[in-house]
């Protein structure tokens, strides 16, 4: 079946722009996580969405980043004023249920989407 | 707060060896912990898991223990092959508020094997 998709794959952008990064989760996944990449760093965590709403925005690191999900399947990651330390690879995942305490469920990771801020 | 210590890479192995790949971690109470592994121009996938302590997760010939004296989840296998050439990851998910919604990851250790 189809995983986690990512759009764009490769995103280049000037410093100061605006730009969105998309993401198709796994069908019928209620939760959905995004994480950001570093070179030769493991993901960090930057938000969770149960459904429709962002219950752990803890990990954006300013109020340049936002994201939305507004119908609770498609996620959009807003970027505003890019700066340079922006580039990165944007990591979504998505898993079935919601995160508990007791939850053993797996998170599926896209393929990411390389953003290059110049 | 929760973190997830792995050793340095690269590491490079000769076909057949046996690879070990160190993982400590720092957590309150009994955390969830996972490999992933991130193959060239891929996504990240689930290696293995373990959810309590003195489980084994296993895959693929891989396997890892968690240790919760030693707050320890290395991976193992016995006769690594060429096509197991990667970054693998080292993570951790909490169990308390504000901990279980997301995984912790190791930096990562980049595994080259040559024939």
């Known amino acids: 079946g189809a995983g986690v998709s990512q759009t764009p794959s490769n995103k280049v952008t000037e410093k100061g722009k605006y730009v969105e990064l998309r993401c198709d989760p796994i069908?019928?996944?209620?939760?959905l996580y995004w994480y950001r990449q570093s070179l030769g760093q493991g993901p960090e965590f930057l938000i969770y969405?149960?459904?429709?709403?962002?219950?752990?925005d803890s990990g954006l690191p300013n109020d340049r980043f936002f994201a939305v999900r507004p119908e609770g399947s498609v996620s959009t990651l807003k970027i505003q004023r890019t700066e340079r330390g922006d580039s990165a690879v944007y990591l979504c995942?998505?898993?079935?249920?919601?995160?508990?305490?007791?939850?053993?469920?797996?998170?599926?990771f896209g393929p990411g989407t390389r953003l290059t801020v110049l | 707060g929760n973190s997830v210590t792995q050793m340095e890479g690269p590491v490079t192995l000769s076909e057949e060896a046996f690879l070990t790949i160190n993982c400590t971690y720092t957590?309150?109470?009994?955390?969830?912990l996972f490999w992933y592994v991130q193959y060239p121009g891929e996504g990240l996938q689930l290696l293995l898991k373990?959810?309590?302590?003195?489980d084994k997760g296993s895959n693929k010939g891989f396997e890892a223990t968690y240790r919760k004296e030693t707050t320890s989840f290395h991976l193992e296998k016995g006769s690594v092959q060429v096509s197991d050439s990667a970054v693998y990851f080292c993570?951790?998910?909490?169990?308390?508020?504000?901990?279980?919604?997301?995984?912790?990851f190791g930096a990562g250790t980049r595994l080259a094997v040559h024939p």
């Open positions: 995942a998505s898993s079935f249920r919601l995160a508990d305490p007791t939850s053993t469920d797996t998170q599926y």
């Open positions: 993570a951790l998910r909490g169990v308390f508020s504000g901990g279980y919604n997301k995984l912790i």
């Open positions: 969405f149960q459904g429709t709403g962002a219950a752990d």
């Open positions: 957590a309150t109470g009994y955390p969830s």
């Open positions: 069908s019928g996944h209620t939760a």
């Open positions: 373990a959810t309590k302590a003195d």
